[in-house]
């Protein structure tokens, strides 16, 4: 009977708690965030995470949005896209999120963009550089936008600074025929070079695998270029760089984000010095948003910001900003306020293009001495 | 901008030609005498690039420096453990099918091939990533009149290429030895009747051509300086196609035909940046089709 009494008292006093819990609490915006924190990438997706996470908690130490708290929910997509699916429709109509930050890999925010479609809830991936996330099929996607640059982006930015910095105005470019991102670049760096006064004397392809560039590199250097652009990765950037030096090129080097690794230096010593590639930042750049964010950032997880944190960063703002400016949690106005942006992100002041891509500037950084030195920052 | 048959691109043709001579020269030794296409020959090459790769390592840890000696006595080491495979090779997998028919040695050929590359992808202190082969040398260009330069690289490959031949060379015609394989290559069976050690001549055969990928690799290490297990495989066919051109089996043949083959390829690659990887393929087929002894090959023609 005691027992009986007890567990009727303890029902009781559960249910009550229940009661007085649940519709109570101060008001919250609910924002999903999607990130592959385990599988293959999942470095990519701790970064992302972390990224999201301090920019939130910033928010809310300033007073939250809209008068109320946001609350981050951080889902792990396992960088597969029928998880990413899953997770998009759980994020959607469980969590009840009013916008969504992911996700990192292209495939996998393939799969959760028409998603973000259909219900119409805004999403802005950090990282996903396949022009089809946003744009696809010639069509585009209304509530989807991202926050780093697209690969062709790159060959563009590349142009202006070696016509600009650089003073050059006579280019050649060589790029890898089996790789659409080196290829990519090359010609929107030609496109762009040419565009602006200068002259490409010489666009080069290799086959992917070669090891022997000199073929081709002879007939770039004896036709005189001043800059010669290589939108190879790094390991294919070393060997290229040190052939062009070896055939007595002694001008500067321009390529894209596939440099950036310390295998670059590695493998190709001094003749990648007078090398400059393109790169979504860096952290060594004076501007006070950069400076801010990587000492709140290293603070708080005791390393230095890679370029997935900061994008996710800046995603996680860019969104938080729409809300504000859109005075409202309702998915359409979000999105329109996301396509007004002009935000001062850390990677750059961004705004949208007409295919939601982000409008910004690219840091230029310089091999120097074996070490990548931040060198100055070029608008599109 | 010039034509593409200039100086320059002659220079880079005899770069690459030097390599790959090396590489054939083991190919065409070994088929002059047991009549055997040793595919396995490109990863003797590639095991002489990681000797290499490691002496650099040991020496840099223990000495510290680098320089003209340290490329010495890596180049020496390279030789030895390539040829040391081969060695081993001959005698735990071609010896004992030798009086098998030709095919199983060859089907083994490929076996070897394949169990050496995922051999060293498997060793962990060795992997199947890409690893950055040290600058032991800058490499230094030397302007050769108006419109080229040559490196210090390719005049070190091409000067040890040049050395190593010459002493080959040397061997063939003026040792005991040399007479020896020279007697084998022609008849195994009379060789042996007038007692010469068939199986020693052969070990031997094996060693030299061995110790030439071996050199090849540490050469090709220092110009290209990216390696990995698998880097062997391309210059290995290229190479046994330019000892088909010369003539399989004969040894000016296949430094003839690795000249023409590294020259062949700099100018298709020079007329179009695909052409040129597909050109030694293309002259195999022509060589087979119009001459299919080779250049300096000799008249009985053996199927491979």
């Known amino acids: 009977m005691k027992r009986t009494l007890s567990i009727v008292a303890l029902a009781l006093l559960v249910a009550l708690a229940l009661v007085s819990c649940a519709p109570k609490g101060p008001a919250e915006i609910v924002i999903g965030g999607v990130g592959p924190v385990s599988g293959e990438a999942a470095t990519f997706g701790k970064s992302t995470q972390e990224g999201c996470e301090l920019a939130v908690e910033e928010w809310n130490a300033k007073g939250g949005l809209l008068g109320q708290k946001i609350k981050l929910v951080y889902e792990d997509d396992k960088g597969d896209a029928a998880e990413g699916a899953a997770v998009w429709t759980k994020l959607i109509q469980q969590d009840k999120v009013v916008a969504i930050v992911g996700t990192v890999m292209s495939k996998v925010s393939l799969a959760g963009a028409p998603i973000s479609e259909q219900y119409g809830v805004p999403m802005i991936s950090p990282t996903s550089t396949n022009p089809s996330v946003t744009f696809s099929d010639g069509k585009l996607r209304d509530f989807v936008f991202r926050a780093c640059f697209i690969d062709p982006f790159q060959g563009t930015v590349g142009a202006k600074f070696a016509y600009d910095d650089l003073g050059a105005r006579k280019a050649a470019a060589i790029f890898d025929v089996g790789n659409d991102y080196t290829k990519g670049l090359s010609e929107f760096f030609r496109d762009t070079f040419v565009s602006l006064g200068g002259e490409v004397v010489a666009f080069e392809a290799h086959p992917t695998g070669a090891t022997d560039f000199k073929a081709q590199l002879t007939k770039i250097v004896q036709a005189g270029p001043d800059v010669v652009y290589i939108s190879d990765y790094y390991n294919d950037v070393a060997l290229i760089a040190k052939q062009l030096r070896e055939l007595g090129f002694t001008g500067p080097l321009v390529g894209g984000d596939g440099w950036d690794s310390p295998d670059l230096v590695k493998l190709g010593g001094e003749a990648v010095e007078n090398g400059f590639f393109t790169n979504h930042y860096s952290k060594d750049d004076t501007r006070p948003e950069v400076q801010d964010f990587v000492r709140k950032y290293t603070a708080k997880y005791g390393a230095a910001p890679d370029a997935l944190a900061t994008l996710a960063y800046d995603a996680m703002n860019i969104m938080l900003d729409a809300i504000g400016r859109a005075g409202s949690t309702e998915g359409v106005k979000i999105r329109d306020a996301l396509k007004a942006t002009d935000f001062a992100a850390v990677s750059g002041r961004t705004t949208f293009d007409a295919q939601h891509n982000p409008v910004k500037a690219a840091a230029i950084i310089e091999i120097k001495g074996g070490q990548q030195v931040y060198r100055t920052t070029v608008a599109p | ?304």
């Open chain 2, 1 to 304: 901008m010039g034509s593409i048959f200039n100086l320059q691109q002659v220079v880079n043709g005899l770069q690459l030609g030097s390599i790959y001579a090396l590489i054939a020269l083991g190919y065409t030794m070994v088929y002059g005498i047991v009549r055997l296409i040793n595919f396995a020959h490109g990863d003797f090459y590639m095991i002489g690039a990681y000797t290499a790769y490691g002496a650099f390592f040991l020496f840099n840890a223990v000495l510290g420096g680098s320089g003209l000696p340290m490329a010495a006595v890596a180049l020496v080491l390279a030789m030895l453990a390539s040829g040391l495979v081969a060695l081993l090779t001959n005698r735990l997998a071609y010896r004992p099918l030798r009086y098998k028919p030709k095919l199983s040695s060859l089907i083994t050929a490929i076996g070897v091939s394949m169990l050496i590359e995922y051999l060293f992808s498997a060793l962990p202190f060795i992997g199947p990533s890409f690893r950055a082969f040290p600058e032991i040398l800058p490499s230094v260009p030397i302007k050769l009149g108006q419109n080229a330069t040559i490196s210090t690289h390719a005049l070190i490959d091409i000067g040890v290429a040049a050395v190593l031949m010459i002493g080959l060379t040397i061997l063939v015609r003026h040792t005991t030895l040399g007479k020896a394989m020279r007697a084998v290559s022609q008849d195994k069976d009379a060789a042996k009747l007038m007692g010469i050690d068939v199986e020693k001549v052969i070990a031997w055969t094996f060693m030299i051509g061995g110790a030439f990928a071996g050199a090849a690799g540490l050469l090709a290490g220092m110009t290209y300086p990216r390696i990995f297990p698998f880097m062997g495989i391309l210059p290995g066919l290229k190479a046994f196609i330019a000892a088909v051109l010369g003539g399989i089996g004969n040894i000016p043949g296949a430094v003839l035909g690795a000249y023409i083959m590294g020259v062949a390829e700099t100018f298709a690659t020079a007329y179009n940046s695909l052409l040129g990887e597909g050109i030694a393929f293309a002259i195999l087929i022509v060589v087979l089709l119009v001459r299919p002894r080779g250049i300096l090959g000799e008249k009985h023609a053996d199927k491979i």
